[in-house]
């Protein structure tokens, strides 16, 4: 199950969740916190995967919750559902541009909307695990969202989708910057252009008068032309790249003329996005309607996108190719986080798994039992490690607990993992058995 954490002490919140929960009873766990320091330890001690930070509660500091969020993101990823009091908090905490806040809406919007909200969770909790929680990667993961002409919708799910890479080692701060931009410019183009027939010239016009665009756009989406319009988004994630389409089912528009007729040097009040997406992302590319545009994103490879707070008071040390980490049979139980590079673990001079970013720790097995090293370890390529001593640890453990309990989930997840793993050859070996045994 998700667990769901609500900071707040607003009853009308508390008791719009417990009525959206109840349909999800058996997929989300709400926990509930009326006071700062409660939240701050559920934080910590129940790692939710989504946070609902109640602005509007003026006893609970959420401030002081978000600081702490931005303090350690390698810890604290995932998603903030931020509420405000009022449309002028709103637009101060968009204002921020926090990129661990999924979504910004005001007290009344939150209440009415929060069900629906939970059940776009639901229908996405794949997207939602913590760091190191995420399925492995390697193979090619392929999803879709189906959107309304609404910009909050829009950002929700463009949200989701960066969290989603970030916090499972895709891409660093550069590639969350350049996802989130170019994914909210298509998205509002979509919206706004596609499927609302908002042109140029009108957003010029309504901008010119000091219109809030949103408005615009509400008022265009409730049109019975335009109402029942959807943005399709999809991707893409293979090892090496992602790969996102984003679809309106509007009558499309001359992509390339804007492209060869946009000038850098002129001030315009909008227009510059597409040129802005097309020096963030790789072969961005409409089809010949213009109503669908598709763009990739290098994934990082081999290295880490961040580092635990509590590791970073550490030294890392540089591997060459063939360097020896640890040798079997060493008296030695330093932990290793792996920031970078491919390491081979060897046993008996035999290769038998080879270790990167997403794995995280070297070394873990001797740490957690004080015993020999097991196996070799060496490098396969250049990359950077940052040892911890075992006493040095277990100290920084005592002052930092929380940080205990994920390291225990996230070993208990590599035991199921090759669990799975061990069932699933199993069951291959059977099925090799039995077609031997017919012949």
């Known amino acids: 199950m998700k667990k769901i954490l609500i900071s707040s002490s607003n009853k009308e919140i508390l008791a719009a969740v417990k009525e959206a929960c109840r349909t999800y009873s058996d997929y989300f766990d709400p926990l509930y916190s009326p006071d700062t320091d409660e939240t701050m330890s559920l934080m910590d001690y129940e790692i939710p995967e989504v946070k609902v930070l109640d602005f509007s509660s003026t006893d609970i500091d959420n401030f002081k919750v978000l600081s702490a969020i931005n303090m350690d993101p390698w810890f604290h990823n995932g998603g903030v559902i931020a509420i405000a009091k009022d449309p002028r908090q709103a637009q101060e905490l968009e204002d921020m541009k926090n990129q661990n806040i999924l979504i910004v809406q005001t007290l009344h919007s939150f209440i009415s909307s929060f069900k629906r909200l939970l059940k776009v969770l639901w229908s996405?909790?794949?997207?939602?695990?913590?760091?190191?929680?995420?399925?492995?990667?390697?193979?090619?993961?392929?999803?879709?969202?189906?959107?309304?002409?609404?910009?909050?919708?829009?950002?929700?799910?463009?949200?989701?989708?960066?969290?989603?890479?970030y916090c499972s080692n895709r891409i660093d701060v550069h590639g969350r910057y350049a996802l989130q931009t170019t994914l909210q410019e298509l998205l509002a183009n979509a919206i706004e252009h596609g499927n609302c027939g908002i042109t140029y010239q009108d957003k010029s016009a309504w901008m010119e008068q000091g219109g809030d665009m949103l408005e615009l756009?509400?008022?265009?989406?409730?049109?019975?032309?335009?109402?029942?319009?959807?943005?399709?988004?999809?991707?893409?994630?293979?090892?090496?790249?992602?790969?996102?389409?984003?679809?309106?089912?509007?009558?499309?528009?001359?992509w390339k003329s804007q492209i060869d007729n946009f000038k850098p040097d002129i001030m315009e009040t909008h227009g510059r996005g597409i040129a802005l997406s097309i020096g963030l992302v790789s072969n961005l590319r409409y089809n010949d309607a213009g109503n669908e545009v598709s763009f990739d994103l290098d994934n990082l490879l081999n290295v880490s996108n961040n580092i635990p707070g509590i590791m970073i008071p550490f030294k890392a040390t540089d591997y060459m190719k063939g360097d020896v980490v640890c040798k079997r049979g060493d008296l030695s139980s330093d932990l290793y986080f792996i920031v970078s590079g491919t390491f081979g673990v060897y046993s008996d001079e035999k290769q038998v798994s080879l270790l990167t970013p997403k794995d995280m720790f070297i070394g873990e097995m001797a740490f957690l039992l004080d015993d020999k090293r097991s196996a070799t370890v060496k490098a396969e390529q250049p990359g950077k490690l940052i040892c911890i001593p075992k006493v040095a640890f277990v100290n920084l453990i005592r002052k930092n607990p929380h940080y205990g309990i994920f390291l225990s989930r996230l070993l208990a997840q590599r035991v199921i993992d090759q669990r799975d793993k061990a069932l699933k050859l199993q069951q291959r070996i059977d099925q090799l058995e039995e077609k031997l045994g017919e012949k």
């Open 124 to 165: 996405n909790q794949h997207i939602l695990f913590n760091r190191g929680m995420q399925e492995t990667m390697g193979g090619v993961e392929r999803g879709k969202f189906i959107c309304d002409n609404d910009p909050l919708n829009a950002r929700l799910y463009t949200s989701f989708l960066v969290n989603y890479l």
């Open 217 to 254: 756009v509400e008022q265009r989406r409730n049109l019975p032309e335009n109402k029942d319009k959807k943005v399709h988004i999809s991707y893409t994630i293979t090892r090496e790249i992602s790969t996102f389409t984003v679809r309106d089912e509007g009558a499309g528009f001359d």
